[in-house]
Structure formats: structure tokens, C-alpha cells
């Protein structure tokens, strides 16, 4: 399996907070990515990254904001939690366009 | 109109038949494609890429139609084991990095 790990694994906060999720990989991949799943809607992508300070915008970006200060860890943060992003977080790396993403065991996050 | 449609079903299927997932894409530029499982609660695992030319492994078989935009899944002999959600995946990497998921297809198998 590969090496990439998420924490926290589960977080309950309340309406406004800030909440920062990370992931950490030990397979100097270059390309990492965060997506939400929710019933009816799949898993979308919410940021990715191509690159150490290199990130873009997935489908579902408002209300968030990612950085990448260094290729191992890619965190996710909602500035201000809503109701509407409690949701099951995934991070996804991978090594190369094309290539096939492996996921982290995944945050469950509940805003309260 | 989403980017990759799937059938969500449930598709309940009895042990030993043959089951096929199909899933549309929209954009033409996509390059890479593949098909994932997702038990209950976890997180997805790769069950096979897709090449054009089709691949088989196993009791899997995966397929791509190119011209008409949609790839498939075909499970023969179903076990029990096979009950998940399957995951068609798009990646559109021409000036882009995006990996898009379809929301899935649930199959349960009955003994």
C-alpha cells in the first residue's frame, strides 16, 4: 500500500471555526489531491497539487484553501466551517499523469 | 451535464451471473480512465486501468469506446465478495491534472 497517511482521522467542531486537515506521504509523489464524497454526489475534487507551492482548483473550491510548503504534506483548510462541509474528506497521490491515484483511509469531519 | 455519469443503480445481481457497469465521459480530451471499488465507509482502491485496446483481468474486463465516449465494466461469475460500489475515474491531464470521478454504481450479489 502506499504510504499516505490523514489526520485527523475524524473531527467534530462547531459552525465558524477554523479546521485544518493534512495529509503526509512518504512516496515523494509529485501530484496530491483532495476530494469530498458525499451521498448522492461521489467523490469531487475540491484542490490538487502539481507541485511543492504549485495548487489549483478542483470542482468544489469555495470555502476552502490548500497548501503544499513542501512535497510530503498537502493540507486542507476551511477558514470558517459550515454545516455544509461536514463530509468524508479523501487525499489521493499519485506519481505521475495518468498514473493511478492512491487514497488515504479518509477524515470524516462533522460541523456542528 | 456532468463531466463522467454512471449508473447508480443498486444493481442486485445472484451469485455466478454476469454483471456490466457502463460510464459516459464529456470531455474528449480525457486520456486516462479507469475503474475503482469503494467498500462501505473506505476509501477507494484501483480495481483496474482501461486501455483502449481493452483489458482483461481475471473475471474483469474493462473497455473504452473512444468515438462514443464511454467505458465499461464487465464481471463475470459474480461472488459475494464483489458486493461494492465501482468507480469510473477520468483523468484529464492536457493543460489540467484532474482526476473526476463518477458518483458510482452499487452492486450487491445474493447468495
Known amino acids: 500500500d502506499a504510504g499516505i497517511t490523514q489526520s485527523p482521522r475524524h473531527k467534530v467542531t462547531e459552525t465558524g471555526t477554523p479546521v485544518t486537515l493534512r495529509c503526509h506521504q512518504t512516496?515523494?509523489?509529485?501530484?496530491m489531491y483532495w476530494y469530498r464524497q458525499d451521498p448522492g454526489h461521489g467523490l469531487r475534487l475540491i484542490h490538487y497539487?502539481?507541485?511543492?507551492?504549485?495548487?489549483d482548483k478542483g470542482e468544489v473550491s469555495d470555502g476552502y484553501s490548500v497548501s503544499r510548503s513542501k512535497t510530503e504534506d498537502f493540507l486542507l483548510t476551511l477558514e470558517s466551517a459550515t454545516s455544509s462541509q461536514t463530509s468524508v474528506y479523501f487525499c489521493?497521490?499519485?506519481?505521475?499523469?495518468?498514473?493511478?491515484?492512491?487514497f488515504g483511509s479518509g477524515t470524516q469531519l462533522s460541523v456542528l | 451535464r456532468k463531466e463522467v455519469e454512471q449508473d447508480p443503480g443498486p444493481f442486485n445481481v445472484p451469485e455466478g451471473a454476469t454483471v456490466a457497469f457502463n460510464c459516459t465521459y464529456s470531455?474528449?480530451?480525457?486520456?486516462?480512465f479507469f475503474w475503482y471499488r469503494q467498500d462501505c465507509r473506505k476509501e477507494p482502491k484501483l480495481l483496474m486501468s482501461?486501455?483502449?485496446s481493452g483489458n482483461e483481468d481475471g473475471r474483469f474486463t474493462a473497455q473504452l469506446n473512444r468515438a462514443s465516449q464511454y467505458i465499461s465494466l464487465l464481471i463475470r461469475d459474480s461472488k459475494l465478495s464483489d458486493s461494492a460500489t465501482y468507480l469510473c475515474?477520468?483523468?484529464?491531464?492536457?493543460?489540467?491534472?484532474?482526476?473526476?470521478f463518477g458518483t458510482g454504481t452499487r452492486l450487491k450479489v445474493l447468495a
Open positions: 475515474v477520468v483523468a484529464t491531464t492536457s493543460g489540467t491534472y484532474k482526476y473526476i
Open positions: 482501461v486501455y483502449s
Open positions: 470531455n474528449s480530451a480525457s486520456q486516462s
Open positions: 512516496e515523494n509523489h509529485r501530484y
Open positions: 497539487s502539481y507541485g511543492v507551492k504549485d495548487t
Open positions: 489521493a497521490i499519485t506519481p505521475g499523469l495518468n498514473e493511478k491515484l492512491f
